[in-house]
């Protein structure tokens, strides 16, 4: 078992993985390369001190999910505590929309900082997405699998979930671009009806 050295080198492989892995992929409903997403998440984990492990554990979150990576392949490249930290962000996509977000994010409540600061950096790089899109009109929700509703809900339960970041930057720019995408849409905390 080789010893994981966290250090540049080892965040320039994990962009050379992540470019190789979302190689032909774009943004849901776009021609925008998916690999940009990853990087904003980076971007964002770096404007906000995280260290390199979870840096790379940014670029790498939505490969299990995403692409035919598996957590024995992260682990051999960038070691168990990366692995660790994207499989937290990996969601069971078998199963319906709610259930799935609903069990993600119960998941996410327990999680160690790094795993919260990386969901929150996805989630920011997300809403700064939809906030850029959603202005062509109610037709832009329709490219998702849920409804604005259901997402405004599923954002909800996600700023719920990460309040241990209360008073952090990143926490606060998620709070605040959730009331600009979502407009008098009320906060939801998971349990209520919208």
Same mark, same amino acid.
């Given at each position: 078992?080789?010893?994981?050295?966290?250090?540049?080198?080892?965040?320039?492989s994990a962009k050379d993985f992540a470019i190789q892995k979302h190689k032909g992929q774009f943004r849901k409903g776009t021609?925008?390369?998916y690999i940009i997403h990853p990087y904003?998440?980076?971007?964002?984990?770096?404007?906000?001190?995280?260290?390199i492990k979870t840096q790379i554990a940014g670029l790498l979150?939505?490969? #299990? +999910?995403?692409?035919?990576?598996?957590?024995?392949?992260?682990? /051999? %490249?960038f070691g168990s505590e990366v692995a660790e930290l994207v499989k937290y962000e990996t969601e069971d996509k078998r199963k319906e929309y709610r259930e799935r977000k609903a069990e993600h994010m119960a998941?996410?409540?327990?999680?160690? #900082? +790094?795993?919260?600061m990386v969901n929150c950096a996805d989630k920011l /790089? %997300?809403?700064?997405?939809?906030?850029?899109?959603?202005?062509i009109g109610d037709s832009f929700w329709e490219r998702f699998?849920?409804?604005?509703?259901d997402i405004a809900w599923y954002y909800g339960l996600a700023i719920d979930a990460l309040q241990s970041l209360s008073g952090?930057?990143?926490?606060?720019?998620?709070?605040?671009?959730?009331?600009?995408?979502f407009g008098d849409m009320k906060l939801n905390k998971g349990n209520e009806k919208l």
């Open positions: 078992m080789s010893i994981i050295v966290y250090d540049e080198n080892l965040l320039n021609k925008i390369p904003e998440v980076l971007k964002i984990l770096q404007e906000n001190g995280a260290d979150h939505d490969t #299990l +999910e995403d692409t035919n990576t598996t957590v024995e392949e992260i682990e /051999a %490249n998941k996410l409540k327990t999680a160690p #900082l +790094e795993a919260k /790089a %997300n809403l700064r997405s939809t906030w850029k899109e959603c202005k699998n849920g409804s604005k509703q952090m930057p990143i926490y606060e720019n998620l709070k605040d671009v959730y009331k600009v995408v």
